[in-house]
């Protein structure tokens, strides 16, 4: 049964007045890669009976439409690994038509863009966050684990050749990727793309991360690019944790993500949906409410799921509780990125 969302119900507003318009939704805890700041070696996948399945995920992004979510980010794990989800996302499409969902987006690893990008072009996504931390084939192995460097390459190709918009999320790695700042920003420059950098977070086990890189924090890389670059700070704000600068010499936009530092909270337009179907509603707090059960609770309305909606929006916490000061990294999240999305 296919599900519409309209009348729309009352938008959703949290204890905050924040208003919430954006979900990230994570389709799959899997991965064909093991990036070591996220996954370790041997992971132990969830059970694929506990995922929602594309009819129950679909649902329920219909539903948040409804209490007004504009903007939907597809996520995971890798979520272009999940089998038929290109049906999802085509399926999603029919609110961008209505005009309720304003941006439809995915953010993956690329293995599978050279496969999917037409398709995902044809469903009405037009713009793609690509994760890529290193240009050298070596270094991306290690820093993946299973990856292949240019199997992305060919994804962000296939990308741009059909039009999509592209942008680079980099996770900045002390003694790893420092040195190819330079090079990324210009490999990103010359194809039109904007390049973000995250600051790598406390998620899950960080297995061997430490012997990769170490934290390489994103006041010490805007310092890199003072060196190489006239920046001036944009004003730019998308309710998350990044902020946004423009250099002069080839006009690229630079994102920062430190989602480290509470000044973002404030405007946090966000929640995420795991793809067991638990919310949470920060990034950084373990709080969370179990939408499966509401879901499951009645196959012919949503009304459970509302209600179960609106409640845990009203737990929404007013930031998070990472804190790196000191050196001790306080915190800690148990679960991976990979089950709530990143
Ligand atoms: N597989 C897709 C990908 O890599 O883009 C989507 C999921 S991945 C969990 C989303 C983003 O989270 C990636 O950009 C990845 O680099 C980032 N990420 C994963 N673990 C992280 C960590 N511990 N700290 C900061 N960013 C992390
Ligand atoms: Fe997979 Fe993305 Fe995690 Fe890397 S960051 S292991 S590509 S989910």
Same mark, same amino acid.
């Given at each position: 049964?296919?599900? +519409?969302?309209?009348?729309? +119900?009352?938008?959703?507003? *949290?204890?905050?007045?924040?208003?919430?318009?954006?979900?990230?939704?994570?389709?799959?805890?899997?991965?064909?890669?093991?990036?070591?700041?996220?996954?370790?070696?041997?992971?132990?996948?969830?059970?694929?009976?506990?995922?929602?399945?594309?009819?129950?995920?679909?649902?329920? $992004?219909?539903?948040? #439409? /409804?209490?007004?979510?504009?903007?939907?980010?597809?996520?995971?794990?890798?979520?272009?690994?999940?089998?038929?989800?290109?049906?999802?996302?085509?399926?999603?499409?029919?609110?961008?038509?209505?005009?309720?969902?304003?941006?439809?987006?995915?953010?993956?690893?690329?293995?599978?863009?050279?496969?999917?990008?037409?398709?995902?072009?044809?469903?009405?996504?037009?713009? %793609?966050?690509?994760? !890529?931390? +290193?240009?050298?084939?070596?270094?991306?192995?290690?820093?993946?684990?299973?990856?292949?460097?240019?199997?992305? !390459?060919? /994804?962000?190709?296939?990308?741009?050749?059909?039009?999509?918009?592209?942008?680079?999320?980099? %996770?900045?790695?002390?003694?790893?990727?420092?040195? =190819?700042?330079?090079?990324?920003?210009?490999?990103?420059?010359?194809?039109?793309?904007?390049?973000?950098?995250?600051?790598?977070?406390?998620?899950?086990?960080?297995?061997?991360?430490?012997?990769?890189?170490?934290?390489?924090?994103?006041? =010490?890389?805007?310092?890199?690019?003072? *060196?190489?670059?006239?920046?001036?700070?944009?004003?730019?704000?998308?309710?998350?944790?990044?902020?946004?600068?423009?250099?002069?010499?080839?006009?690229?936009? #630079?994102?920062?993500?430190?989602?480290?530092?509470?000044?973002? $909270?404030?405007?946090?337009?966000?929640?995420?949906?795991?793809?067991?179907?638990?919310?949470?509603?920060?990034?950084?707090? =373990?709080?969370?409410?179990?939408?499966?059960?509401?879901?499951?609770? *009645?196959?012919?309305?949503?009304?459970?799921?509302?209600?179960?909606?609106?409640?845990?929006?009203?737990?929404?916490?007013? /930031?998070?509780?990472?804190?790196?000061?000191?050196?001790?990294? *306080?915190?800690?999240?148990?679960?991976?990125?990979?089950?709530?999305?990143?």
């Amino acid at each position: 049964m296919r599900f +519409t969302c309209f009348p729309m +119900t009352a938008p959703l507003i *949290d204890p905050f007045a924040r208003a919430i318009t954006y979900l990230r939704v994570s389709v799959t805890d899997r991965c064909d890669f093991r990036c070591v700041y996220c996954m370790s070696e041997n992971m132990t996948f969830l059970p694929k009976r506990d995922l929602l399945t594309l009819e129950e995920l679909d649902r329920m $992004c219909t539903t948040f #439409i /409804g209490m007004g979510v504009e903007k939907l980010r597809i996520t995971g794990g890798e979520p272009l690994v999940r089998r038929d989800i290109i049906q999802f996302f085509r399926n999603m499409g029919r609110h961008l038509d209505s005009g309720a969902l304003k941006e439809l987006t995915l953010t993956t690893n690329g293995s599978q863009l050279a496969k999917y990008a037409q398709d995902l072009w044809d469903a009405g996504v037009r713009r %793609v966050n690509v994760s !890529l931390d +290193t240009l050298d084939e070596d270094k991306f192995k290690a820093v993946t684990r299973w990856g292949r460097l240019q199997q992305v !390459l060919e /994804g962000i190709d296939a990308a741009l050749d059909v039009g999509l918009k592209v942008k680079i999320n980099a %996770v900045a790695l002390k003694g790893f990727n420092e040195p =190819e700042l330079a090079t990324i920003t210009e490999w990103c420059g010359k194809r039109g793309m904007d390049l973000t950098w995250i600051e790598v977070m406390p998620m899950g086990d960080m297995g061997d991360y430490d012997r990769i890189g170490q934290y390489w924090s994103l006041k =010490e890389v805007r310092r890199a690019y003072d *060196d190489h670059y006239t920046v001036t700070d944009l004003a730019e704000r998308t309710g998350g944790p990044a902020r946004y600068v423009r250099l002069e010499e080839t006009g690229q936009k #630079i994102g920062f993500i430190t989602p480290l530092s509470h000044n973002f $909270c404030e405007s946090c337009n966000r929640v995420r949906l795991t793809c067991t179907g638990q919310l949470y509603m920060c990034l950084g707090q =373990e709080d969370m409410a179990d939408l499966r059960a509401a879901l499951r609770a *009645d196959e012919t309305s949503t009304a459970p799921l509302e209600a179960a909606i609106r409640a845990a929006i009203n737990l929404k916490p007013k /930031g998070h509780d990472f804190d790196y000061s000191r050196q001790k990294v *306080d915190g800690q999240m148990t679960r991976h990125m990979s089950h709530t999305g990143g």
